[in-house]
């Protein structure tokens, strides 16, 4: 089942900040986060693992919420290089596959 | 960057016609998948390999099938394309599929654009 990703879309100026949430009805063993440009290939920014081992991005940071399964990405201090679609990726039980949510249009403006 | 490299890029086909798209790695990944991209959907598989011959269904596989006959590529065919099957599909590599390990980041191919008329 699709996680619920939260808002759907997203504008803010240069150097505002920005959360968005994902959700599953399912327990989950990971979360991870990947961003898309527009006319591009989806890029790896962060994995969040059950137990609170995270892995990724340097500017960007994530939260999970195991108990919940929840998890909210995080961008602080925007950069116009942070425009494009975000989508959480959940993985459960022992699934060998990634489950995406619809993803959330984020536009920074200067 | 990950060698993954998807043909053909664009394709306009007429319904009815049978499609193969190719997936090609050079990371000796052992996971490849295959998506599909839709407005409003996100990203949604389609099926995956978790090695040579063995393959198994995402959640939209109706309509496709796969081969992988070898390590490095990853055949996804519509055998009678439908309108239904216009979309962006993007091939994925990842190293492990094991989510408990958190180790199947996935890396994802440029995409192709398949346009049913």
């Known amino acids: 089942q699709q996680p619920v990703q939260s808002p759907q879309a997203v504008i803010l100026r240069e150097g505002e900040d920005a959360v968005i949430n994902c959700s599953s009805s399912?327990?989950?063993?990971?979360v991870h986060w990947y961003r898309q440009k527009h006319g591009e290939a989806p890029v790896f920014l962060m994995i969040?693992?059950?137990?609170?081992e995270q892995k990724g991005h340097e500017k960007i940071s994530a939260s999970f919420n195991e108990k919940k399964q929840q998890s909210s990405l995080y961008l602080t201090a925007s950069q116009l290089s942070y425009s494009g679609t975000y989508f959480c990726g959940t993985a459960s039980g022992s699934a060998r596959q990634l489950t995406f949510g619809s993803g959330t249009q984020l536009t920074v403006l200067p | 960057d990950a060698g993954i490299t998807q043909s053909p890029r664009h394709k306009v086909t007429e319904t009815g016609t049978p499609v193969t798209l190719r997936c090609h790695q050079t990371e000796n990944h052992r996971y490849m998948y295959w998506y599909r991209q839709d407005p409003g959907h996100g990203l949604r598989l389609i099926h995956y390999s978790y090695g040579v011959k063995d393959t198994d269904k995402g959640e939209v596989s109706d309509g496709y099938s796969v081969s992988r006959s070898k390590t490095e590529d990853f055949l996804l065919t519509l055998e009678s394309a439908t309108s239904s099957q216009t979309s962006v599909y993007f091939c994925?590599?990842?190293?492990?599929?094991?989510?408990?390990?958190?180790?199947?980041?996935?890396?994802f191919g440029a995409g192709s654009r398949l346009t049913v008329l």
């Open positions: 969040l693992l059950k137990g609170g």
């Open positions: 994925a590599i990842s190293e492990s599929g094991t989510a408990a390990a958190g180790a199947n980041v996935l890396t």
């Open positions: 399912k327990a989950l063993y990971s």
